[in-house]
């Protein structure tokens, strides 16, 4: 047998039968892959206008129909944006990753023990109150925010001697108590995916439910805290109906608390 012989033999049991099938396979492939880079880009064109027009005139923005990209980028618009006379957007900014911030931490803490207490502790009534507890999900915001704005109103006005109405406490307060119903849920489900075997493990070797808790359970939960973590940081970040009903009184009042708004 010659060599090109030998190497076609080689080849022919190297190859697949099926080899002259991938073409197709590869070419649906990209089809595929340029409809969904297709499809991205589609759903960035308002995200991309935005910052297309922020970096346009005066003359441009007002110019119908609207150019796709300014003729000159005036990059000067965002430090401009921070020198408007009565508009100090630095504190703005500052206040909202100060409650958004807070607000995370809260919800992270304060639902990993609730769900941690769900998951891997038997008690009485504790599948009934995880039930009441989802059953707050379908309790729409608006039904509940008068008895929660009397609430911080009257409470702190009794205890205290001044009302927490227009400070900061409204808005970080509710995510140190569960942190949400939906965050409990996720973080319970999957701690519950965790094998018992390594709490009975942990036990054996002296450590008490706080341990187990924190050397077992949440570096093994990580993906499902970063997931928590995202949705509350955009649900406060976001968040404009609260601000809106606690921050709308004389903002001198908020010396009184934590901080001016």
Known sequence: ???????TTFARFRT??????????YAACGVLYALATLGALLFMGPFLFAISGSLKSAAEI????????????????????????????ARWYLNSLIITCASVLGTLVTACAAAYGFA??????????????????????????IPKFLLFHYVPLALFGHTWIDTWWPLILPSWF?????????????????????????????????????????????PALATVAIFSFLTHWNDFFH???????????????????
């Open 62 to 89: 007002h110019v119908f129909p609207p150019p796709l990209l300014p003729a000159e980028p005036a990059f000067g618009n965002y430090a401009r944006l921070f020198d408007l006379p009565g508009v100090y957007f």
């Open 1 to 7: 047998m010659s060599g090109a012989q030998a190497l």
């Open 16 to 25: 697949p039968e099926h080899a002259r099938d991938r073409w197709p396979r």
């Open 178 to 222: 569960g942190g949400g119903a939906f965050s409990v849920f996720l973080l319970r489900q999957f701690f519950l995916q965790v094998p018992r075997d390594l709490d009975e493990a942990a036990v054996i070797d002296g450590a008490n439910s706080w341990q187990i808790l924190w050397q077992i359970l949440l570096p093994l939960a990580q």
């Open 243 to 261: 601000p809106l009903i606690y921050l709308s009184m004389v903002p001198a009042s908020c010396e009184r608390s934590i901080g001016a708004t």
């Open 120 to 145: 891997r502790f038997r008690w009485h009534l504790r599948d009934f109150f995880f039930i009441v507890l989802l059953s707050t999900l379908v309790l729409p915001e608006e039904v509940v925010i």
